[in-house]
């Protein structure tokens, strides 16, 4: 999950095949994830979140894996649609002693080919 | 509209002017927070109200960038003398409660300063 500045990481994937868009976090305390979705011109849309006492948690077309072990935190999109392009970022909650605020990473690029 | 509205979606500025910036959350939500997007990068925290305080204003850079919510609803960012440093996008969000829950962002404010 570090910025890489301008050069986002890019996954490139056929339609209809699976995505997998993977995220390190670094403080144990993290206590509360969240996908966001942006495409261009637009705000971060929540997708789905997780909290640390879970470690997977299905929505529509969508999986979120915490593993806390290593701190790594996994978002699937099943059979992906090319609406599905966008940027993807995680978003951790590092708890109270870290203000609680909502603390993004550096996003990854998806592209879908037809 | 439900959603979180800014206001304008683009700004363009003169290095040295004032600007404001505008954010109408989702109506009932307390908590409001505002993040700074560069080119690239995810979300970077500036500040978090919770009614009509500011609960948390550790990611303003510094003194010239000023937030009110005076009624604890609609928000203003203030950015005095800006600097060609402060182009970006600003976006605000909103959530019912707290920092702990899901948040939902606007589409931002395109702010460049020439």
């Known amino acids: 999950g570090e910025s890489v500045g301008l050069h986002l990481p890019t996954l490139s994937v056929q339609e209809g095949d699976n995505s997998i868009i993977n995220c390190a976090y670094s403080?144990?305390?993290?206590?509360?994830f969240i996908w966001y979705k942006q495409e261009s011109g637009k705000g971060p849309q929540f997708i789905i979140d997780?909290?640390?006492?879970?470690d997977k948690r299905q929505g529509q077309r969508v999986t979120v894996l915490l593993n806390k072990t290593v701190k790594h935190l996994s978002l699937q999109i099943a059979a992906t649609q090319p609406g599905d392009s966008a940027v993807y970022f995680c978003?951790?909650?590092?708890?109270?002693?870290?203000?609680?605020?909502?603390?993004f990473g550096g996003g990854t690029r998806v592209l879908v080919k037809p | 509209g439900a959603g979180v509205s800014q206001t304008p979606s683009n700004k363009v500025t003169e290095k040295g002017k004032y600007v404001e910036l505008r954010c109408d959350p989702i109506?009932?939500?307390?908590?409001l927070y505002w993040y700074r997007q560069s080119l690239g990068q995810g979300p970077e925290f500036l500040i978090y109200f919770q009614g009509t305080g500011a609960a948390d204003d550790s990611g303003l850079p510094n003194d010239r960038f000023f937030a009110v919510r005076p009624e604890g609803s609609v928000s203003t960012l203030k950015i005095q003398r800006t600097e060609r440093g402060d182009s970006a996008v600003y976006l605000c969000?909103?959530?019912?409660?707290?920092?702990?829950?899901?948040?939902?962002f606007g589409s931002g404010t395109q702010l460049s300063v020439l």
């Open positions: 969000a909103s959530s019912p409660t707290g920092p702990n829950e899901k948040l939902f």
């Open positions: 997780i909290r640390s006492n879970m």
């Open positions: 109506s009932g939500h307390t908590a």
């Open positions: 978003a951790e909650n590092r708890g109270p002693a870290a203000g609680n605020k909502l603390t």
């Open positions: 403080n144990s305390a993290s206590d509360y």
